[in-house]
């Protein structure tokens, strides 16, 4: 899996996401960019050595115009595009995951509640989200000659034909 990404806005989550990577046996093929205009040169590398590329919310490397040129690239090259936003998906992003933000708000409810009960904020654990919101895009699985699975279709929010 390969990644694009600029050290000074994403490099703390590629960290985390490279260990998670060792832990699963995944192979992390990373790239850092430190302004827009390496993009084009960075993809057009990157996309020779990778089998799937996942984009990080990073702004140094995802604006409108870079995101088409990443994704034609990819498409060209019969490399599957995964991201943690669903909005790019009608784009041609393969795949979307993120978190279900109604029920952040729901998680930050939660947490004012306790605090408001009496419980100290330093004494709240940290909380990840509980749902996700999964969206596919079957018009560029078709070209990429990806097969969705039921299970994962059958799970999907919303799926673009």
Not at 38 to 59: Q, Y
Not at 91 to 103: F, P, Q
Request: proline letters at 4%.
């Amino acid at each position: 899996m390969g990644v694009l990404y600029d050290s000074k806005m994403t490099g703390d989550t590629i960290t985390r996401v490279i260990q998670a990577a060792k832990e699963c046996d995944l192979k992390l093929i990373k790239k850092d960019v430190f302004s827009p205009k390496e993009v084009p040169l960075a993809i057009k590398r990157l996309i020779k050595k990778i089998d799937v590329l996942w984009l990080v919310a990073d702004t140094t490397v995802i604006s409108y115009q870079s995101l088409q040129y990443i994704l034609e690239i990819a498409l060209k090259a019969k490399v599957p595009v995964i991201a943690q936003a669903n909005y790019v998906v009608e784009m041609g992003v393969l795949i979307g995951l993120e978190c279900d933000y109604k029920d952040i708000g729901m998680q930050s409810r939660e947490l004012v509640c306790k605090i408001l009960e009496g419980e100290k904020p330093v004494n709240l654990q940290t909380t990840v989200p509980r749902k996700t919101v999964l969206t596919i895009n079957r018009k560029v699985a078709g070209a990429l000659g990806v097969k969705i699975p039921f299970y994962v279709s059958r799970r999907a929010h919303k799926i673009f034909k």
